[in-house]
C-alpha cells in the first residue's frame, strides 16, 4: 500500500519527504536517489547495490566477455596504468 502525501520545494531546491513515507520504506539521512524528472513528474528511485550474487554474476559476465574479446589480465593491468598516468 502507497501512502500519499504533499510537499513543498525550498528555496534551496530541497524537497521533504513526509515521515510516514520514510519509515515504511527505511529511509535514513544519506540515502542516495536517482532523479528523473519529464513532462511534469519527478521521480526518486533509492539507489541501492547489487547483492553479492548479482555482483558476482555481473564480474563473472565481465571475464567472459573480456576472455571472448582476447584481453589477458596484463592488458588490462596496461590500460590502468596509462589512465592513470595520463
Do not use: C
Not at 530541497?14 to 519509515?23: D, G, K, Y
Not at 521521480?43 to 564480474?59: A, G, T, Y
Amino acid at each position: 500500500m502507497s501512502d500519499i502525501a504533499t510537499t513543498r520545494l525550498s528555496s534551496k531546491g530541497q524537497v521533504v519527504i513526509p515521515e510516514a513515507i520514510r519509515q515504511r520504506m527505511r529511509l535514513e539521512a544519506g540515502t542516495e536517489f536517482v532523479v528523473v524528472g519529464e513532462d511534469g513528474t519527478v521521480v526518486l528511485k533509492v539507489i541501492e547495490p547489487p547483492s553479492m550474487r548479482d555482483f558476482d554474476e555481473i564480474v563473472a559476465k565481465a571475464r567472459n566477455d573480456a576472455r571472448l574479446a582476447g584481453l589477458r589480465e596484463f592488458d588490462i593491468a596496461d590500460a590502468i596504468r596509462a589512465v592513470r598516468s595520463a
